[in-house]
């Protein structure tokens, strides 16, 4: 199983992003996807997730400017990032998991992706 995230990059405050995961090794149909991020020292946070059903949860923070999709003729779930803040800045990434329903705890992941770094400056 491979999940291989990008779309990461600089932009400016305020600007857009759209971040790709895409799957192999494994049918997106049958998992829920999440997003995480984590900045430099802190740990790694919930940002979106969509179950296999295609609802979504966000935390706090990305409700209203993050929008999360999946596409499962592709096997790629996508974020896309809008209004994005100096304090969006964090290595971003992509993950799976076998049950079916949101899920916002990162131990409940099973596969992850490499990460993709998004830097907003101000």
């Known amino acids: 199983v491979q999940l291989r995230a990008s779309g990461g990059g600089l932009v400016q405050a305020g600007g857009s992003l759209r971040l790709s995961c895409v799957a192999s090794?494994?049918?997106?149909?049958?998992?829920?996807m999440g997003w995480f991020r984590q900045a430099p020292g802190q740990e790694r946070e919930f940002v979106a997730t969509?179950?296999?059903?295609?609802?979504?949860h966000y935390a706090a923070s990305a409700k209203g400017r993050f929008t999360i999709s999946r596409d499962n003729t592709k096997n790629t779930v996508y974020l896309q990032m809008n209004s994005l803040k100096p304090e969006d800045t964090a290595v971003y990434y992509c993950a799976a998991t076998r049950r079916i329903d949101l899920r916002v705890g990162r131990f409940e992941y099973d596969y992850w992706g490499q990460g993709t770094l998004v830097t907003v400056s101000s």
């Open positions: 090794g494994l049918s997106l149909s049958t998992y829920a």
């Open positions: 969509v179950a296999w059903s295609s609802t979504t």
